[in-house]
């Protein structure tokens, strides 16, 4: 058998510059005839699992002469350069974007019934065609083609290839039109390119909402020019008393320019009434006794509260509002609203009151934790529903009766969707207060049917957040997000039809030498047949 290059975590230099003598040369090196005759990925093996897949004709192979065609549009040009920037190091072929020529892998954008998001690959002997309607559905066409490639097509040094696309036509679009992934950058902060790494795990498995949890009690994590400290003092730290951090107008503008790049819009939530203690230990006035209270650095909930009856908590909300809106081109802005234990019910529902049409009147609209559907949502508002099985039936019934009247869902089961869950008991790090949430419970259940009564149209999407109580680096993240979050993604992108878990984690274990190509450090559950290393 060829020798895994998964088992050496980097191509070594002498044998990587041979490669390159070698792809230089034209000719392949020492790939043992197994290898070069190998089958390339079956099409359809990809995750999310596309919406229609049907195999057949001559495989396409990525060779020394292919080129990346795409339309005379800078966008698709962009994206073409994407797709070459993925392929050249581990092929080390020239891959030009070109627009002109014939054959290769085409990128075009064309009408037809692709929805926002949707493509179709047609594979070949003569070449690869994506089309889409949208930059969007050609770049998540793109994550489709390279996952039909081998694993290795991930390194960043020369390997071998061959590198073979199956013969057939993918046609795909997404079940769901948010497909979320939340980041905790309050609990620990994150810096701009741990950000950047994760959006671009995130893209892979055409995930399209980032929303980052930018204030907590522990930290306040973006510049607001109007109330400084906010930044300079309530980002001074983090749990355990690390020395936090923020990030400054500009890095913010960098994070959302990247996400966009990827298809992935912004979504920055300022948490409120409770989970302020960071805000309110930056000005004391916002305190309703006047007195700032110290900087907190342990993992309670639900001891801190704004002032709702002080006029300046309003001017306060309406600042943060404003600057917050004008660094956000996305739709949405996330005002939080659970664990308002600090606050009395009457204070909770008249500060939503006030507070959800300052939102509105900045161009954006409101998506709130689902304990904003115990006060009055406003029109076209999402929730967030983050219960479990088994416990809050009235929480439940008032998020069905919400959702009846209007109020669109995303849905974040904490015992299914929530990445900071322990995997087992022996698994850490993470928590366990929702249970253990192995990768089958993670992926195996159906957001259409989630909640009795709820009409399914009400449901928007999923998303997976990552509480950061107790992660502090990105290979914590990445532990803890793979491989639940590819899961959290098939669910949101794949029609019911193709929901299987058998089926599912053959395809998911295809993901774990890409993960290892691409240095993603992950659990490797038991419950997943992955390929020895
Ligand atoms: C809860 C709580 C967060 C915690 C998280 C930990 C929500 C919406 N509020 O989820 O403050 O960090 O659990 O799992």
Not at 156 to 165: A, C, L
């Amino acid at each position: 058998m060829r020798r895994n290059h998964s088992t050496t975590p980097r191509t070594p230099r002498v044998l990587g510059s041979l490669l390159l003598l070698a792809a230089a040369g034209g000719f392949a090196l020492g790939a043992a005839p197994e290898a070069r005759a190998a089958a390339p990925t079956p099409l359809g093996r990809v995750v999310p699992a596309p919406a229609s897949v049907t195999p057949g004709g001559t495989p396409y192979r990525v060779t020394r002469a292919t080129g990346i065609r795409v339309d005379d549009s800078a966008e698709v040009r962009r994206i073409g350069g994407y797709l070459a920037g993925v392929l050249r190091p581990s092929t080390g072929y020239p891959l030009p974007v070109t627009d002109r020529g014939t054959g290769g892998i085409r990128l075009h954008l064309a009408d037809g019934d692709f929805g926002a998001e949707g493509y179709r690959l047609r594979s070949g002997a003569g070449g690869v065609t994506l089309t889409a309607r949208t930059p969007a559905g050609l770049f998540h066409g793109v994550q489709t083609l390279r996952q039909l490639l081998p694993a290795a097509v991930e390194r960043k040094t020369v390997q071998r290839g061959p590198w073979s696309i199956a013969g057939g036509t993918v046609q795909d679009r997404p079940r769901y039109a948010y497909r979320g992934a939340m980041l905790d950058v309050s609990r620990h902060f994150f810096t701009v390119a741990q950000v950047k790494r994760y959006i671009d795990q995130l893209a892979l498995y055409k995930v399209n909402e980032l929303h980052l949890h930018l204030s907590d009690d522990q930290g306040w994590r973006i510049a607001i020019d109007s109330w400084p400290r906010l930044a300079s003092y309530g980002g001074s730290t983090q749990v355990g008393g690390g020395p936090g951090g923020h990030y400054t107008k500009a890095d913010y503008r960098e994070i959302v320019r990247y996400a966009s790049s990827r298809y992935l819009e912004v979504v920055p939530e300022i948490d409120m009434p409770g989970h302020t203690n960071a805000a309110l230990a930056a000005y004391a006035k916002l305190n309703c006794d006047g007195t700032a209270p110290p900087l907190y650095t342990g993992t309670q909930v639900g001891f801190s509260s704004l002032c709702v009856s002080k006029a300046v908590t309003y001017d306060f909300v309406t600042d943060v509002v404003r600057e917050l809106a004008a660094l956000t081109p996305g739709r949405y802005l996330h005002i939080g609203g659970d664990e308002a234990h600090s606050t009395a019910h009457g204070d909770y529902v008249a500060f939503m009151d006030r507070v959800q049409p300052v939102v509105a009147r900045y161009g954006k609209t409101v998506i709130g934790w689902h304990q904003l559907t115990g006060a009055h949502p406003a029109r076209g508002a999402l929730a967030q529903y983050w219960g479990q099985d088994g416990t809050g039936a009235a929480e439940k019934a008032q998020v069905v009766a919400a959702a009846r009247n209007g109020t669109g869902l995303i849905l974040s089961p904490a015992d299914r969707l929530y990445l900071d869950m322990k995997y087992t008991r022996g698994t850490g790090p993470g928590t366990d207060w929702a249970g253990l949430v192995e990768v089958e419970r993670a992926y195996d259940w159906n957001p259409g049917a989630y909640l009795a009564g709820l009409p399914a149209s009400a449901v928007r999407g999923v998303e997976a957040p990552l509480w950061t109580e107790t992660l502090k680096k990105s290979a914590d993240i990445e532990y803890m997000a793979f491989p639940r979050l590819a899961g959290a993604a098939e669910l949101g992108w794949s029609p019911a039809a193709t929901h299987d878990w058998n089926a599912y984690k053959v395809r998911l274990a295809a993901q774990g030498p890409r993960w290892d190509a691409l240095g993603v450090h992950y659990y490797r559950s038991p419950q997943v047949p992955w390929p020895a290393r």
